[in-house]
T-cell receptor, first 111, second 113 residues
Framework: QKEVEQNSGPLSVPEGAIASLNCTYSDRGSQSFFWYRQYSGKSPELIMS????GDKEDGRFTAQLNKASQYVSLLIRDSQPSDSATYLC???????????FGQGTRLTINP | DAGVTQSPTHLIKTRGQQVTLRCSPK?????VSWYQQALGQGPQFIFQ???????QRGNFPDRFSGHQFPNYSSELNVNALLLGDSALYLC????????????FGPGTRLTVT
């Protein structure tokens, strides 16, 4: 079992719709959770961090965390073509320790 | 506010050679982590440096070594390069006493032929 699992996609969503990205993790000691966006040929860019159960909203992005189910999700509202990228879920045990990444979900927003 | 910088951008080496990659952290950050990202995969943790010491290490062989300097910049060295070392090498910086967030530099694309 992989430590962090994501559906590799591709996930295709029409422009203006809600894109939903999911991630599960196996280490119950994980305490910090992150979503990175990576455009083709570029490095990962941090878009959301979440540490407590529940929802965290930042603009069009909402991160959701359920530690009991070991599940993290990212919702992108009003999806734009510029949101087309690979989204990486990352978790860490404590503090600024090593990040463990999933393989990423490739998202395509169709105009 | 300067972000994380890495050099060089691209590098081509021959199998068996040695390579050194460099990273300067974001202003105000004191911790540097290195990751290897193969095509189509998520980044894999190599090691992390804080106060010039290796703080954590991932599952990489001893051919991979690093260093952190007093100004918090860091180097990643890889000896006896293998074809399988071809990847995007990413440096991420963070503030160990502050936020847990890690910010990535643009990466160095290493090709081993």
């Amino acid at each position: 079992q992989k430590e962090v699992e994501q559906n590799s996609g591709p996930l295709s969503v029409p422009e203006g719709a809600i894109a939903s990205l999911n991630c599960t993790y196996s280490d119950r000691g994980s305490q910090s959770f992150f979503w990175y966006r990576q455009y083709s040929g570029k490095s990962p860019e941090l878009i959301m961090s979440i540490y407590s159960n529940g929802d965290k909203e930042d603009g069009r992005f909402t991160a959701q965390l359920n530690k009991a189910s070991q599940y993290v999700s990212l919702l992108i509202r009003d999806s734009q073509p510029s949101d087309s990228a690979t989204y990486l879920c990352a978790v860490s045990r404590q503090g600024a320790q090593k990040l463990v990444f999933g393989q990423g979900t490739r998202l395509t927003i169709n105009p | 506010d300067a972000g994380v910088t890495q050099s060089p951008t691209h590098l081509i080496k021959t199998r068996g050679q040695q390579v050194t990659l460099r990273c300067s952290p974001k202003s105000g950050h004191d911790t540097v982590s290195w990751y290897q990202q193969a095509l189509g995969q998520g980044p894999q943790f190599i090691f992390q440096y804080y106060e010039e010491e290796e703080r954590q290490r991932g599952n990489f062989p001893d051919r991979f070594s690093g260093h952190q300097f007093p100004n918090y910049s860091s180097e990643l060295n890889v000896n006896a390069l293998l074809l399988g070392d071809s990847a995007l090498y990413l440096c991420a910086s963070s503030d160990l006493a502050g936020s847990y967030e890690q910010y990535f530099g643009p990466g160095t694309r290493l090709t081993v032929t």
